[in-house]
């Protein structure tokens, strides 16, 4: 994929969706950071199904610590993974109270340096909360960048990387939505649906399969 092909194909996702948003529910930014941490090797779906009750009862890190393990565990228990990530949650929560005064932090270095949130959770709050042209790349993501020919890399981080380089700066605060909404209803892993793809003439895996 070209530079012009590039332009091409983001100005045709923005025309489409032009203020993209995340499906996780969440209202403040601490909500956000939590269901991001409940969302790896999870859907969003069911990440929104357990929170919808959790931030009833618990939407500051102090009330997500009053919980107690057991109480967190079972909100989420519907959640893969539920024990690993209900420890990762309180011991974030006590961090922010500890370090942060119970404010999500806005750096990339303090925001890993919390339990649980690697370079992929952090990305995703600094471009969701803050309005950072980052880019969180998931399995969506990485298969959408290699078979359109938009970002190809062999890790995460060398998609994220090329993606950096190559996306136009006007569409960087909104791409990694655009692109995680493709990957997850249209660029299937499976069987793309390049006959409804709005972007398939400027992607090269269907013009190689044309």
Not at 165 to 184: C, E, F, M, S
């Amino acid at each position: 994929m070209n530079d012009t092909q590039i332009e091409a194909f983001f100005a045709t996702l923005q025309a489409a969706n032009p203020q993209p948003q995340t499906e996780l529910a969440y209202g403040s930014v601490f909500e956000l950071l939590v269901a991001v941490l409940l969302s790896a090797q999870a859907t969003d779906v069911s990440v929104n199904k357990a929170t919808r009750s959790l931030f009833a009862c618990a939407h500051t890190p102090q009330k997500m610590l009053d919980l107690g393990l057991e109480g967190l565990q079972a909100h989420i228990k519907t959640i893969g993974l539920y024990r690993s990530k209900a420890r990762h949650v309180l011991q974030t929560c006590q961090m922010l109270l500890d370090l942060h005064g119970g404010e999500v932090p806005r750096t990339r270095a303090a925001l890993q340096a919390l339990p649980g949130v690697g370079r992929k959770t952090a990305n995703v709050v600094l471009n969701v909360a803050f309005g950072e042209p980052t880019f969180a790349v998931d399995t969506h993501l990485f298969r959408v960048c290699n078979r359109s020919g938009l970002a190809p890399g062999k890790t995460p981080l060398a998609v994220e990387q090329q993606l950096i380089q190559r996306v136009p700066k006007a569409y960087a605060v909104n791409a990694h939505h655009w692109l995680i909404l493709l990957g997850r209803y249209v660029c299937r892993a499976r069987k793309p649906e390049c006959s409804r793809c709005l972007v398939a003439a400027y992607c090269d895996f269907n013009l190689n399969s044309a």
